[in-house]
Every structure is written in C-alpha cells, then in structure tokens.
C-alpha cells in the first residue's frame, strides 16, 4: 500500500445510515456499470430504507458491512452476507474499492475480512454474482480463488446484460 496510512477492514459497528448511504452513493456514481442499483435509484429512497440497510448489517445482525480505511478515508467496502436459502454459504455483496485507490490490495482486504467473517459460524463456501462484461472484478475474483458456478442470470436492472455466480469453498480452512 502506497500513502502514509495503513490499510484496516472493520465490521462497520453501528447503524449509521448516513455512512452507509454515502458509501452506497460513493459505489454508484464511481462504478455504474458494477450494480444493479443505480445511483438515480439510490437517490430516491428514503432514510428509513438506510436505516435497515444499515441495521441489518450491524449490531447482533447476522450480516456485516465491511468498510477499508485509509488513515480517515474510506477506500472500499463490501456486503458479507449469509445466502437468503442456505444459512451455512456466505455472500459477498456491493464489493467495491474507489477508482482512486485500486491495484493495492483493498479489494483482497476485504475478501480477507470476509473470509474471517465467515469462520464464525463456519461457512461452507461464499458466493457472489458478478456481471459476465466485468472482465477487471472476475479477474479480481479469480485471483482470489473464486471459479464460476455456470449459473447465469440476466441482469436485474439490464436484461440485455447477464451475471454469473462465483464460488469459493470453504471446506478447507485457511
Ligand atoms: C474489483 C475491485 C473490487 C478490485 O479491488 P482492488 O482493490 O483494485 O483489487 P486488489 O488490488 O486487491 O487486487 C487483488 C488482485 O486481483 C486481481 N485484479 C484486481 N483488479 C484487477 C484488474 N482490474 N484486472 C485484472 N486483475 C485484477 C489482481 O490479481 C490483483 O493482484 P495484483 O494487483 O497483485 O496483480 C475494484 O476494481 C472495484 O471496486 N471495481 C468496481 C466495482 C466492482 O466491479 N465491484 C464488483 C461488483 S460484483
């Protein structure tokens, strides 16, 4: 890592709805393409709808918002998730590192930060959808270890585009 700071991944402890919402704003507007949410979208909805955003990924929540910091900025964050249908895969969402700051391990921070995430309860694998035309975040996935499930959907906000699921095991522990 370049700069004075020292990288450090934190589970973000308290519901801040305003963090949370500026993030999201942040992740939008630097990398449209990556979501099915536009930032229009964003903008539209209310504090309430952070706020469960927010809470649902703090506190005793099951869910976590991971946020790297530089120093006092904030350079990325991601979604640890557990899968709506199975309790013991873990989902990584929202992953995204500012434009300004990619190519310095970031990214791997906070799939590290995931990964420990999912020790406690073990997981059996994390999952995650990523567009097929995003070559940059499945090389990023790939290099972490994730391989393509093959199962493909259209994507949500884009039907002329498609995501494909990415999996990593878990079974053997690091
Ligand atoms: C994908 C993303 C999160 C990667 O974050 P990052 O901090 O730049 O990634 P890292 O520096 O930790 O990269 C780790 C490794 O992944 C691979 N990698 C990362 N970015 C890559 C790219 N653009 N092209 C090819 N390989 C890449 C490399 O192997 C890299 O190791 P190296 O730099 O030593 O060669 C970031 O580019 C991003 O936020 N993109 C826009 C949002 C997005 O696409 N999110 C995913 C939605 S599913």
Redesign the pocket.
């Known amino acids: 890592m370049t700069g004075p700071h020292t990288l450090a991944v934190e589970r973000l402890p308290l519901a801040d709805l305003r963090l949370v919402r500026t993030l999201r704003l942040r992740?939008l507007r630097d990398?449209p393409s990556?979501?099915a949410e536009t930032e229009a979208d964003a903008l539209t909805q209310p504090d309430d709808y952070w706020l469960r955003l927010a809470t649902s990924m703090t506190g005793s929540a099951p869910n976590a918002m991971l946020v790297a910091r530089l120093g006092e900025d904030v350079v990325?964050s991601c979604y640890a998730l557990v899968d709506g249908n199975d309790p013991d895969v873990g989902r990584i969402g929202g992953?995204?590192?500012d434009s300004k700051?990619?190519?310095?391990?970031?990214?791997?921070?906070l799939v590290d930060a995931v990964r420990r995430w999912t020790e406690r309860p073990p997981r059996t694998c994390l999952r995650?959808?990523?567009?097929v035309d995003?070559s940059?975040?499945r090389?990023?996935y790939a290099?972490?270890g994730f391989v393509s499930t093959n199962r493909e959907r259209p994507f949500p906000s884009d039907p002329t585009r498609s995501i494909v699921e990415m999996e990593l095991s878990l079974t053997t522990r690091w």
């Not at 700051?101 to 921070?109: F, K, M, P």
Request: overall charge positive; glycine content about 10%; cysteine-free.
């Open positions: 992740a990398a990556a979501f990325g992953m995204w590192v700051h990619r190519r310095h391990g970031v990214g791997r921070a995650l959808w990523v567009p995003a940059e975040a090389a990023f290099a972490a």
